[in-house]
């Protein structure tokens, strides 16, 4: 028996729904994450540590837990997304990063105090918005991921460069102090309120009960249900999966490395002779690097699996890793930056764009949720690793050869791993 016409799916048009316009908006909800993140923080660690006579190794475990600990925060975000929507928990979650950040300018207080400010920074921003910045463009776009993705992934890789240079420049030029009070600022008086007023919900597939309702007949449109695909998995079965926990350990050994170098990529390139003012210019090439790497990538999605591309991202990142250490001009270290940000641009896009083109976006929240919770516990031990190594050896060298060997290793598995196949 066929059945009536008015239960046929009904979506409504991605381009009249502004899913541009959403993704536009996610990226500056993301850039709004830079100081819960380790490269965001890392622009002030040194200047932070000397005006504060902080030890490096004390400051680095309290990095350590407060990003542990704020991980947990990962997973009840996403699940306050799949149930109270994008725009309201967006929305508070970034004035209340404003407020964190704007006490830390002011900071002048105890360790405790200290580590409880990091920890919110790292739970609210890091983890929470993260979450909530990823969703929204994986949310708006049930097909093509890839291309929303890496449009996503080159706003982010602009603007992050953009905020290095000038939170860079505000810092040697008037302290950290007032650059974080002009990220607080920002957080406050612009980014929220443009979340609040663009960030909108996604529209969503649905089918009707017997019959289609009238334009503008709301009591019609709530007898509505939302059509899950065959192809949604559960949180559970999602974790099930060996492709699962292949894209979330290569995110997460990316993640990993870069906290350790955004930490103290300052350290690391003194160590090779560079000043503090490289450390800076640094970053807003790696940044821009990434852009090729975005591009490229999110050409490749169309055509190349997701495990042969990972393969690839990883093996570049694990060389730019290993030169490192062999780095004395700038020639040279605008190679190593190339390979750092072009793979790591390609990492971006592929753990932005798997997890609803794997899993399906019926619980896409808790899905992103964990496996952002995974790479935020990675990011954690990051910094630790480079601290603890250079007091031991007085050099990052052998920490930066075992990591770009254990990322091949990686490289070489997600190669050969399977799809996901759901349990029927």
């Given at each position: 028996?066929?059945?009536?016409?008015?239960?046929?799916p009904v979506?409504r048009s991605?381009?009249?729904d502004g899913?541009?316009?959403?993704?536009?908006?996610?990226?500056?909800v993301?850039?709004?994450?830079?100081?819960?993140?380790?490269?965001?923080?890392?622009?002030?660690t040194?200047?932070l540590?000397?005006?504060?006579?902080?030890?490096r190794?004390?400051?680095?475990?309290?990095?350590?837990?407060?990003?542990?600990?704020g991980a947990?925060?990962?997973?009840?975000?996403?699940?306050?997304?799949?149930?109270?929507?994008?725009k309201?928990?967006?929305?508070?979650?970034?004035?209340?990063?404003?407020?964190?950040?704007?006490?830390?300018?002011?900071?002048?207080?105890?360790?405790?105090?200290?580590?409880?400010?990091?920890?919110?920074?790292?739970?609210?921003?890091?983890?929470?918005?993260?979450?909530?910045?990823?969703?929204a463009?994986?949310?708006?776009?049930?097909?093509?991921?890839?291309?929303g993705?890496?449009?996503?992934?080159?706003?982010l890789?602009?603007?992050?460069?953009?905020?290095?240079g000038?939170?860079?420049?505000?810092?040697?030029?008037?302290?950290?102090?007032?650059?974080?009070?002009?990220?607080?600022?920002a957080?406050?008086?612009?980014?929220t309120?443009?979340?609040?007023?663009?960030?909108?919900?996604?529209?969503?597939?649905e089918?009707?009960?017997?019959?289609?309702?009238?334009?503008?007949?709301?009591?019609?449109?709530?007898?509505?249900?939302?059509?899950?695909?065959?192809?949604?998995?559960?949180?559970?079965?999602?974790?099930?999966?060996?492709?699962?926990?292949i894209?979330?350990?290569?995110?997460?050994?990316?993640?990993?490395?870069?906290?350790?170098?955004?930490?103290?990529?300052?350290?690391?390139?003194?160590?090779?002779?560079?000043?503090?003012?490289?450390?800076?210019?640094?970053?807003?090439?790696?940044?821009?690097?990434?852009?090729?790497?975005?591009?490229?990538?999110?050409?490749?999605?169309?055509?190349?699996?997701f495990?042969?591309?990972?393969?690839?991202?990883?093996?570049?990142?694990?060389?730019?890793l290993?030169?490192?250490?062999?780095?004395?001009?700038?020639?040279?270290?605008?190679?190593?930056?190339?390979?750092?940000?072009?793979?790591?641009?390609m990492?971006?896009?592929?753990?932005?764009?798997?997890?609803?083109?794997?899993?399906?976006?019926?619980?896409?929240?808790?899905?992103?949720?964990?496996?952002?919770?995974?790479?935020?516990?990675?990011?954690?031990?990051?910094?630790?690793?480079?601290?603890?190594?250079?007091?031991?050896?007085?050099?990052?060298?052998?920490?930066?050869?075992?990591?770009?060997?254990?990322?091949?290793?990686?490289?070489?598995?997600?190669?050969?791993?399977?799809?996901?196949?759901?349990?029927?």
């Amino acid at each position: 028996m066929n059945l009536p016409e008015a239960a046929a799916p009904v979506l409504r048009s991605p381009s009249r729904d502004g899913r541009w316009t959403q993704v536009v908006i996610a990226s500056v909800v993301m850039l709004a994450t830079l100081p819960g993140r380790t490269q965001g923080i890392g622009l002030i660690t040194e200047p932070l540590l000397a005006d504060l006579k902080l030890d490096r190794v004390l400051y680095a475990n309290l990095n350590l837990w407060a990003t542990l600990i704020g991980a947990a925060f990962c997973f009840p975000a996403g699940w306050a997304i799949d149930r109270f929507g994008l725009k309201y928990v967006t929305t508070l979650i970034t004035l209340l990063l404003g407020v964190v950040v704007w006490r830390i300018s002011a900071f002048a207080g105890s360790i405790s105090l200290l580590f409880t400010l990091l920890l919110l920074t790292r739970a609210l921003g890091q983890s929470a918005l993260s979450v909530a910045s990823i969703t929204a463009v994986g949310k708006w776009f049930r097909e093509r991921v890839g291309v929303g993705m890496g449009v996503f992934s080159v706003l982010l890789s602009v603007l992050f460069a953009a905020a290095f240079g000038i939170i860079g420049h505000a810092v040697r030029q008037h302290g950290w102090r007032a650059a974080w009070l002009g990220m607080a600022l920002a957080l406050v008086s612009v980014i929220t309120p443009l979340v609040f007023w663009l960030l909108r919900e996604p529209p969503q597939i649905e089918r009707s009960t017997g019959f289609n309702p009238l334009p503008g007949d709301t009591a019609a449109a709530t007898r509505t249900e939302v059509r899950v695909s065959p192809l949604d998995f559960t949180p559970g079965q999602a974790l099930r999966t060996r492709v699962f926990w292949i894209f979330a350990t290569a995110a997460a050994s990316f993640n990993l490395v870069s906290s350790g170098l955004g930490l103290f990529n300052e350290s690391v390139l003194n160590e090779q002779g560079f000043a503090r003012e490289t450390f800076h210019h640094f970053l807003v090439i790696t940044t821009l690097l990434s852009l090729a790497g975005q591009f490229a990538c999110g050409w490749m999605l169309a055509r190349w699996k997701f495990q042969t591309l990972t393969c690839a991202a990883l093996l570049l990142y694990g060389a730019g890793l290993a030169a490192i250490p062999f780095v004395h001009t700038h020639l040279t270290l605008w190679i190593v930056a190339a390979l750092i940000g072009g793979a790591g641009g390609m990492i971006i896009v592929i753990f932005f764009s798997v997890w609803s083109a794997v899993f399906g976006q019926k619980h896409l929240g808790r899905i992103q949720g964990t496996a952002q919770m995974l790479t935020v516990l990675s990011s954690a031990a990051g910094p630790v690793l480079f601290a603890k190594c250079f007091e031991f050896n007085g050099s990052y060298s052998l920490l930066l050869w075992v990591l770009a060997g254990t990322v091949a290793a990686l490289a070489m598995y997600a190669r050969f791993v399977p799809d996901a196949k759901k349990p029927s």
